[in-house]
């Protein structure tokens, strides 16, 4: 599969690599307008909120399908 979505500051040797182009792709979560992930930064309570509002409407669109 080839990704949509790539960092700049998630290397394609870094461990994480894969998940964080695959939850970016599929919509879950995004970066920032700079095209970094900046995956070291602490995420706050309204970003996990975000994301898993993301992940709710995904399954639920997928399930119409």
Same mark, same amino acid.
């Not at 700049?8 to 700079?34: L, Q, R």
């Not at 900046?38 to 709710?56: I, P, S």
């Given at each position: 599969? %080839? !990704?949509? @979505?790539?960092? @700049?500051?998630?290397? +394609?040797?870094?461990?994480?690599? &894969? &998940? %964080? $182009?695959?939850?970016?792709? !599929?919509?879950?979560? =995004?970066?920032? =307008?700079?095209?970094?992930? /900046?995956?070291? *930064? %602490?995420?706050? *309570?309204?970003?996990? +909120?975000?994301?898993? +509002? /993301? ?5 639920? *669109? $997928?399930?119409?399908?």
């Amino acid at each position: 599969t %080839v !990704n949509k @979505k790539t960092f @700049k500051d998630v290397p +394609a040797d870094h461990w994480a690599y &894969a &998940a %964080v $182009n695959k939850v970016a792709d !599929n919509g879950t979560m =995004s970066g920032y =307008s700079d095209g970094t992930f /900046r995956g070291d *930064r %602490v995420m706050t *309570r309204y970003e996990l +909120a975000q994301m898993f +509002a /993301r992940f709710v409407y995904l399954q639920d *669109r $997928n399930k119409q399908k």
